[in-house]
């Protein structure tokens, strides 16, 4: 169970689009959560979005940060992680989770987007050349499947790889609290958060 969170707003009037800041806010919490991890990449504290598919921003414009206790949050120095974005985002103190709530989970989710390596895997798995195998891969499209399942995101420049990735964000509603961890962008597979 997740007892206590810190709710983090980003100002939507300040000039700077929501989406600049959420991926700034997200690249700060990411390495935030790196220090977390445990053996096998996990760490105690999820996040959760109120807005999820708002008309203000397919993410809305706040934040929760869930911890099961408040060493934990405290071990974010999320005071910190977020003096750079002062001026766009506000930190709530900590607080408890209402008693009564239902469940949510907020996971990654991850589209097939490189052509080139879909053949190179159906290749070795079929026995074909990789030339065979790109052919069946021609007309794919990941834009177009992208933007078929119209999933929030936002844009995260990776300080370990240099590379920019969209992180899609999948809200799935749960009628039972199940217990778990949560990956170095507070989402989880299927760990259930608060959603009130």
């Known amino acids: ?23 700034k806010l997200y690249e700060r919490l990411h390495m935030a959560l790196v220090p977390l991890k445990d053996a096998d990449g996990c760490v105690p504290v999820g996040f959760t979005f109120p807005g999820y598919k708002s008309d203000i921003f397919p993410l809305g414009n706040r934040l929760r940060i869930f911890a099961p206790d408040e060493s934990k949050l405290k071990q974010l120095n999320l005071g910190r ?3 750079e974005l002062s001026d766009y985002t506000v930190l709530s103190e900590i607080r408890e989770t209402p008693a009564s709530h239902r469940h949510v989970i907020f996971r990654r989710k991850q589209f097939k987007t490189n052509p080139q390596r879909m053949a190179k895997r159906y290749a070795k798995r079929h026995g074909i050349t990789l030339e065979e195998a790109l052919k069946r891969y021609s007309s794919y499209d990941a ?3 992208i933007e078929k399942n ?3 995101y936002f844009n995260l420049n990776s300080l370990s790889t240099g590379q920019r990735t969209r992180v899609f964000i999948e809200k799935k509603a749960s009628i039972h609290r199940q217990e778990g961890l ?3 962008f507070g989402l989880s597979k299927g ?5 009130f």
Not at 15 to 21: E, M, Q, V
Not at 191 to 195: E, I, M, N, S, V
Request: glycine fraction near 4%.
């Open 191 to 195: 760990a259930t958060l608060p959603d």
């Open 81 to 83: 992680v977020l003096s």
């Open 143 to 145: 834009e177009e499947i």
């Open 182 to 184: 949560f990956n170095t």
């Open 1 to 23: 169970m997740m007892p206590i969170y810190r709710e983090i707003r980003l100002f939507d009037d300040t000039g700077i689009s929501l989406g600049f800041i959420w991926q």
């Open 150 to 152: 119209r999933l929030p």
